[in-house]
């Protein structure tokens, strides 16, 4: 047995390449256990755009991370070279009274945060792609856009592998347990033991996490991929032209997309924000079907009518939800010496990436950090005994 570390992270995904960047750049001796290989995409951290923003709908709580993600985002980028952000501007679009209008308006408000509120005229004038009903309106965040997820975890790899992380990939851990002082995490070639551990498992939670209490459901999403129809082909839809958007239709549907980032090949990116079947990593059904792009095709031609131009191509990713859709970051409850957690991400988490990672590392090697986030407590979701 052995070598001992300082902590082990499982899961270098999003947060956990994150928190092993943190970690090591603390001074701290980190072991990263990864399932597949670097940057993979069979979790929740591929796709090449996430949207991010900061007139946050689900809660003004977000905000205040979200201001230090934007720092993070530019020493990632300053750091490694890599592009990590296209900041577009963004669109949150639906009738006054929806979520995703009136919410981004009260943090926009709360946190004096810039925007612009468009009516449905305003916003064809200013986006001629968008076709909004007479009675939409939108906030417009000119700080909104886009995260590259690739981009960003293969620099904080990058990063930690720098600073004298060990990251062994293809290494899945089979189990974990307090051992000691600290921790022996058992993996399927070897065992290491460790003073602290952050587990940031993406869809695995429900079974690295089962003493958690939190009742997770993975949920299968998809993207598609489609060449607009427009006259003058994808230039409407390049990020000089094009925002990104959140779409909430009278129903409480919500669609998003993007601009197209990748040249004319590649086309333009959208999905539907939840929806999904219920699944697991084990059994998601990995194929598009004819059906679901029909689906997405007859829903965006109301949208942006140009857009469903020609079906270029589609990919799975999963969801790990709580019951609230609020994130879980914590020391675990049971174990709060030793072990950090950061999971239940609720399809909303890849902006915040750089920002868990700092908290992981707060917790983990402080206990405590000066990030406000009470509202990921854990024990909030437990089941309460009969
Ligand atoms: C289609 C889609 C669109 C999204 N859009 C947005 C968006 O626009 N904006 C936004 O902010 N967020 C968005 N999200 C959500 C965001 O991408 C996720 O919240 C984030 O990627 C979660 O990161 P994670 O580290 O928790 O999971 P992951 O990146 O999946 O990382 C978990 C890692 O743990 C590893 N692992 C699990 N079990 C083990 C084990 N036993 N041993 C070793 N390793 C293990 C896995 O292999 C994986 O690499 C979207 C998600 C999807 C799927």
Not at 29 to 37: Q, S, T, W
Not at 56 to 61: G, H, Q, R, V
Not at 269 to 276: E, I, S, T
Not at 278 to 287: A, C, L, N
């Amino acid at each position: 047995m052995s070598p001992t570390y300082d902590v082990i992270v499982i899961g270098l995904g999003g947060m956990g390449s994150a928190a092993a960047h943190h970690l090591s750049a603390r001074g701290a001796r980190v072991l990263g256990l990864e399932r597949f290989g670097p940057v993979h995409d069979r979790g929740s951290s591929h796709g090449g755009s996430r949207i991010t923003r900061q007139s946050y709908f689900e809660d003004p709580a977000y905000v205040p991370l979200l201001l230090r993600a934007y720092e993070l985002y530019e020493e990632v980028e300053r750091a490694t070279g890599r592009e990590i952000t296209t900041l577009c501007g963004g669109v949150m679009i639906g009738r006054p009274d929806s979520r995703t209008v009136s919410g981004s308006l009260r943090s926009a408000e709360q946190w004096d945060l810039a925007h612009e509120v468009l009516d449905a005229r305003e916003l064809r004038r200013r986006f001629p792609t968008l076709n909004p009903q007479d009675d939409e309106v939108a906030l417009f965040e000119a700080k909104a856009g886009l995260v590259r997820p690739e981009n960003m975890v293969a620099a904080h790899l990058q990063l930690a592998g720098r600073q004298g992380a060990d990251l062994h990939f293809d290494e899945p851990v089979v189990r974990w347990e307090p051992y000691r002082d600290g921790v022996r995490v058992h993996t399927a070639v070897n065992t290491y033991t460790a003073g602290r551990l952050v587990i940031c498992p993406g869809a695995w939670a429900p079974r690295l996490l089962t003493g958690l209490g939190v009742p997770f459901t993975i949920e299968r999403q998809v993207m598609y991929w489609f060449q607009p129809s427009s006259p003058d082909g994808v230039e409407p839809f390049r990020p000089e032209n094009h925002p990104v958007y959140i779409w909430e239709d009278a129903e409480g549907v919500q669609v998003y997309g993007f601009p197209a980032i990748d040249g004319p090949e590649l086309g333009a990116k959208v999905a539907f924000f939840r929806k999904g079947e219920i699944t697991t990593p084990e059994t998601i059904d990995r194929t598009v079907h004819d059906h679901e792009v029909a689906a997405m095709a007859e829903h965006m031609s109301r949208c942006i009518p140009e857009l469903p131009g020609t079906f270029l191509k589609a990919a799975t990713c999963m969801y790990s939800n709580t019951p609230d859709e609020h994130f879980v970051i914590s020391r675990h409850p049971a174990h709060p010496e030793s072990v950090t957690v950061a999971c239940g991400f609720s399809g909303h988490g890849f902006k915040f990436v750089p920002v868990v990672g700092e908290i992981v590392a707060d917790l983990a090697l402080t206990g405590t950090t000066a990030h406000p986030i009470g509202l990921f407590d854990p024990r909030r979701l437990a089941a309460t005994p009969a």
